[in-house]
Structures are given as C-alpha cells and as structure tokens.
C-alpha cells in the first residue's frame, strides 16, 4: 500500500512476515518443469514452510507463475536475505545447461518490473551461491547473469550514480535491516530453501 493510500488502518510495517525487496536472487530448481502447485505442495508438506519458497517460478515455456506474495518474507536465501530480497526460481538444472530463451526473456522482463517497483538497482541482482553456499543457479545461468545487470543498467542510466550517491547511507541502514532481518526470518519460523 502506498503512503497515505488509506489512513483508516494502522499498518505495522514491522510485522515478520513482512517482505521489504531490495535484492532479487536468481535460482534454479534443480529438477523437472513442474507447475508451482506442486513445488508449493512439497514445501507446504514435506518441509513444513508456508508455502512454496520463492516469489517467482519461471517455467520451460516462459510462463510466469506467482508463489509467495512480494510482500511475504521467502524461504529461499537465508536469514539474512529473506526478508530483503524477491525470489525468482527457473525450472532446470543449469549447471551445465541452458535454460530455454523463454525462460530467458521472461526473466529479463521479471526482472525489468522489480527494478522499476523497488529498491532493486542491477548490481543488486544476485544468484543465489552469492548469498549462500551453493551451485544454485547453476553456472550456466550464473554467468548470465552480468549481462542483465549490463542491459538494465542501460535501461536505466541514472541508477548506478543514484545507487553510489546513497550507498554510504544505505550501508549503514542495511547494516540494521540485515539484523532485523534475522530476527523476522527467525519468528517466522521458516528455514532456509
Ligand atoms: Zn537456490
């Protein structure tokens, strides 16, 4: 909700549960093209979390299905980065091969939208082996992963001088948020995806 959209209600910005993006972290399934449902049927069931781990699943065909709500802190990058961060997932193993083109471009545009609808600047999309120790997203797709950053930054001119003007400032409010962070992730009781 936007400020002042509707001053009927206290909002609690503070709750746990509550996502505040300002990373996006690339993943790969690991696995087979299935539909979010049943990767949200696992997680639910045979992991105990809430639900489906990520924000995003981007499947074979370029479809884009929605799992957690942007606003829902992830499961999918620890406790450090869950309550930061929107989670993007392609389905594939891209250790040593390519996802589809369609994958490709629905991520770029993914991508394109969270960058223009939060503090996301492009050298702020990250993979998920830059947070945590892992081969996801596999190095294939790892490596692509400078070219979007190169291509949104082009789209976006002003937003590496802007992001450097306030890094100093940020560094030490994320410094706080990161342990704030921690503490959300720990309430909510979900475990790293
Ligand atoms: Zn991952």
């Known amino acids: ?26 993943h790969h399934s690991g696995g087979n093209d299935i539909p979010i449902e049943t ?27 929605i799992g957690r709500h942007e606003g829902q802190v992830g499961s999918h990058a620890g406790p450090d980065f869950n309550a930061r961060s929107i989670g993007i997932c392609l389905t594939g193993n891209f250790q040593n091969d390519y996802p589809t083109d369609n994958q490709l471009d629905a991520l770029l545009e993914l991508l394109r939208d969270l960058t223009n609808r939060y503090p996301i600047t492009p050298e702020r999309i990250l993979g998920h082996r830059d947070v945590r120790a892992t081969k996801c997203p596999g190095n294939v797709l790892y490596e692509q992963l400078p070219d979007f950053r190169h291509v949104l930054t082009i789209d976006k001119p002003d937003s590496v001088s802007r992001d450097s003007y306030k890094i100093e400032a940020l560094s030490v409010i994320e410094r706080i948020e990161g342990d704030l962070a921690k503490l959300r992730a720990t309430l909510t009781g979900d475990t790293d995806g």
């Open 39 to 65: 990767v949200d049927r696992i997680h639910r069931e045979e992991r105990g979390w809430l639900g489906v781990a990520y924000q995003y699943w981007i499947r074979r065909d370029g479809t884009v299905e």
């Open 1 to 26: 909700m936007e400020d002042g959209m509707n001053d009927k209600y206290t909002m609690v910005p503070s709750a746990p549960w509550r996502n505040d993006p300002r990373y996006a972290i690339v």
